[in-house]
């Protein structure tokens, strides 16, 4: 018996220091994407700090392609010991419908971490477009129906999706114009071949100030600081309308809890701190955090909307 106590003293020793040994090495945090994009600017800004709360590096590596796919599946196959995070982006929950013969699934293959931010988006349409509000732009149309063009950044992605979730609550009739990325998307939208597009607020902030392209809706549930007077699509004429996008960190599934702890803990005190939440903030990002129960139930709720949008619009994968 005194054997018996002993060792599993022994065991309970050893998983605490296992636990209070959480990070002992360097953390690494894969960005599905190219550098340099959205995600990649907003994690390099919150990662020093989570490894200085840490006391270990937290290294950033991008493993870019079929939409945040392979990188995906990289850290679905990777030990599953707290050390290799995930950014999930909204192309993940796009894709767990969307993609077809996906090598991993959300539900299975990673366990939520925590919630970073949600990307405010914007509605906007070129000047020539007659319309100075959502309502109207609705009535437009309504009127033409097939006539209208929206800007994407490729069949299937955030902009597509968004616009197309706007079409089904609004009953509208568009006609998508899909491009390869972000940057000719919105130059053919600026140049007035196209009418309008759901973009990132980032992308076209300054083209708003401008007066090269007209603002007609948030796409988050708030307005953006840096648009005062700009309404959310909701308050605009489609009540309950939300689309944007979102980042955050997963692990692969089997990661122990207090690597989760951990790394959930010392991000909600980043995305707490003053400047960070201001850098945010400039980057048109809403800061918020959370436990990890709370990120898996919002990316089941975001796998289940999709999927209904992706349905309607019988949209197909490129």
Known sequence: MKFLAAFISLLL??????????????????????PGGGADVVVRLITPKVGELLGQPVVVENRAGAGGIIGADYVAKAPADGYTLLVATASATINQTLAKNLPWDLKRDFAPVVMLIKNQNVLVVHPSVPVSNVRELIELAKSKPGQLTYASFGSGSSAHLIAELFKMMTGVNMLHVP??????????????????IFT???????????????????GSTTRFSGLPDVPTVAEAGVPGFEGGGFLAFVAPTGTPRAAIDAINSTTNKVLAMPDVRQRIDGLAGIPLGGTPEELGRFMAEDVEKWAKVIKAGDIQPN
């Open 200 to 218: 990132d607020i980032a992308a076209v902030l300054s083209h708003i100030r401008a007066g090269k392209v007209r603002a007609l809706g948030v």
């Open 13 to 34: 020793f050893c998983g605490n220091a296992l636990s209070q040994g959480f990070p002992n090495k360097p953390v690494r945090v894969v960005v599905p994407f190219p």
């Open 179 to 196: 491009y390869k990325g972000a940057a000719p998307a919105v130059n053919d939208v600026l140049g007035g071949q196209v009418n309008l």
